[in-house]
């Protein structure tokens, strides 16, 4: 900005001179060299030194050109102009792109370097790199997490939003996980280290952002190539605007020069070579803002042609967590009874089912009261309590022990069940269900308002429960009792159902979702909650598990396709009619480099409607 303003005042003082001084010429003329060599040396140097590195035909090169040779053909005002304009776009393409960054910049910070470290019931502060998985560190309100980890002791609410895009604080509470770079709200937590510093959720994030820029998407790829023949061809062509119309008559050497001129710096190529790119980079920027991580422009044009979207069910569209829906007591027994009789039989084992059982019942269990405890895993258990033998589990491991079922069974399709027999005797049935995460149906009809051709889940759960599921959410197809070599048989199928154009997507969260995240045109991990190989194989990460941010990528991607396009027709046309007028002598020097920068920034101002909600 100094240069520019100084650049600028010598040349006011300069015209000044000419008007107030004419009887003394060679003033003003110093005053605008001066005014010349304040705004052309940096950038004449800079031309030299690609020239050096075998890069001739860059803009500095083009600018350096018309400069100098406006000052040779007496134009020295014209050749100050064409710098200082210069200078202008490249001062408001700095700041433009720096406003495009402030939301990946914001991420840099999101991992705190220091962590307090427990030892003997004492903390210290120590690198975060220095602590070991398996160690525990304090984390005291209104600082951040530095580490991924466990809750051991404390209750507090976090702020994700560096993270996730979510506003509203998470509460969180021992037992549950949270991520590094979130930050404590209130009370102090006690975490267990379960991820090194260079593992930890912030720490992956930092490094998909630092590497998006290198995965260029097709059309950015097609501007660098255009830009490397584009530049000398356009330098031949001012070659022939200055030569031909003078040899064959048509001009005076004078005027072909000074249009030659004027067709070299209208043809820069900037608006293109800054905008496109920058288009990508703000799409990228936009995207995390909203918690949806692109490992790159290439994913992201191919994110803006999505026609299929497909889903597995747990952990994905469903909470992966089960919750006790129904009991249905026998005749005679009591929803309560029959529920602490479940509890007391699954009150050790690990599996979810029974845990949920065990929470659902809500009671201390007394495991001093159990005994002959045996556990088959995935179908059932038996154990002795207050002199009772209690069995729960599957209908053939109860049959197979004896017990007789109603002829009627249970009407549960939907649901998970587990019967529950006293003494050999059937007792009643409890009902579980993975429900539906809360924005699942708000997902489906976000695509579908998208113009997504087809929804659909693919779950390793019965073919009933995704049916029951995807007529809940309103999914196009639900196929269940799929193995992942299934999934990825069911997702060819998926595959022969896109346009020419049309991409398939797939959201999954589990490490047997990896196969077929990697098959799909553009894999989705539900990043927050998901696992490592998930979220190391997939193309986009959803920080905060809710699928309706999948919409909201597509969104994204969409208006940065269309504000990548606009820029580039827009700036094709607008300097292909002012090349022409140049040609024709219909444009001075200073108004095509007005032009050039004029397109270029407004190109940029295009692009910035994309960090816009």
């Not at 830009?227 to 030569?243: E, F, G, N």
């Not at 049959?399 to 069974?409: H, Q, Y």
């Not at 009902?431 to 539906?436: G, I």
Request: charged content about 20%.
């Amino acid at each position: 900005m100094i240069t520019l303003g100084t650049g600028a005042a010598l040349l006011a003082a300069g015209l000044l001179l000419k008007v107030f001084l004419p009887s003394i010429p060679w003033v003003a003329t110093v005053v605008l060299l001066a005014a010349f060599i304040t705004a052309a040396a940096e950038i004449i140097m800079q031309a030299i030194e690609n020239i050096r590195r075998g890069e001739v035909f860059g803009e500095s090169f083009l600018m350096t050109i018309a400069g100098i040779g406006a000052v040779c053909i007496g134009e020295i005002p014209e050749g100050v102009i064409v710098f200082l304009l210069y200078r202008l776009g490249e001062y408001l393409q700095t700041k433009a792109v720096s406003s495009s960054r402030k939301s990946i910049s914001a991420l840099l910070d999101v991992r705190p370097d220091r962590a307090n470290l427990l030892e003997n019931g004492q903390s210290r502060e120590v690198e975060a790199e220095e602590v070991q998985v398996g160690q525990t560190i304090l984390v005291r309100p209104g600082e951040k997490i530095p580490l991924d980890g466990v809750v051991l002791q404390g209750a507090s609410q976090l702020d994700t939003a560096a993270l996730t895009g979510e506003s509203v604080p998470r509460d969180i509470a021992p037992g549950q996980q949270v991520m590094a770079g979130c930050i404590n709200l209130s009370g102090a937590l006690e975490i267990k280290v379960e991820k090194s510093f260079g593992e930890s959720t912030a720490s992956k994030i930092l490094e998909m952002v630092e590497n998006a820029s290198e995965k260029k998407a097709a059309s950015e790829k097609f501007i660098t190539r255009f830009a490397r023949v584009y530049t000398p061809a356009v330098c031949l062509a001012a070659v022939i605007v200055a030569v031909i119309p003078p040899l064959a008559g048509w001009m005076e050497w004078s005027n072909s020069v000074y249009s030659a001129l004027c067709f070299l710096v209208i043809s820069c190529p900037c608006a293109l070579v800054i905008s496109v790119p920058l288009s990508f980079f703000a799409g990228i920027g936009r995207a995390s803002r909203e918690g949806v991580l692109v490992k790159g422009g290439n994913h992201l044009e191919t994110l803006a042609e999505a026609q299929i979207v497909a889903f597995d069910k747990t952990g994905t569209l469903t909470e992966g967590r089960f919750s006790v829906s129904a009991c249905i007591p026998a005749e005679g027994i009591s929803q309560e009874k029959l529920l602490e009789w479940a509890a007391l039989a699954e009150s050790r084992s690990t599996h979810p089912i029974a845990q949920s059982i065990v929470a659902a019942y809500g009671k201390p269990v007394d495991g001093d009261a159990l005994s002959e405890y045996r556990e088959v895993p995935g179908h059932g258990v038996s154990v002795m309590a207050n002199n009772c033998q209690i069995i729960a589990g599957k209908q053939n491991y109860l049959t197979e022990e004896g017990v007789k079922l109603p002829d009627a069974g249970v009407n549960a399709a939907s649901s998970t069940t587990v019967y529950v027999a006293v003494d050999g005797v059937y007792r009643g049935a409890v009902l579980l269900r993975d429900a539906p995460k809360k924005d699942a149906k708000k997902a489906i009809s976000g695509l579908r308002s998208l113009g997504i051709q087809k929804t659909a889940m693919l779950s390793g759960d019965s073919q009933a429960v995704a049916e029951a599921i995807g007529r809940e959410l309103g999914l196009d197809q639900a196929t269940g009792g799929l193995l992942p070599q299934d999934k990825l048989d069911e997702l060819g199928k998926l595959r022969e159902q896109l346009s020419n154009k049309g991409k398939l997507l797939y959201a999954g969260d589990g490490i047997n979702d990896t196969p077929v995240l990697a098959a799909a045109d553009i894999g989705i991990a539900m990043g927050g909650l998901g696992a490592d190989a998930a979220i190391e194989t997939a193309d986009v990460i959803i920080m905060g598990d809710e699928p309706s941010k999948i919409a909201a990528g597509i969104r994204i991607a969409r208006r940065t396709g269309r504000i990548a396009m606009e820029n580039i027709v827009f700036a094709i046309a607008i300097k292909v009619l002012v090349m022409l007028l140049s040609v024709m002598g219909h444009i001075e020097l200073w108004a095509g480099v007005f032009a050039d920068v004029g397109v270029c920034m407004l190109c940029v101002l295009n692009t910035l409607r994309i960090n816009r909600k």
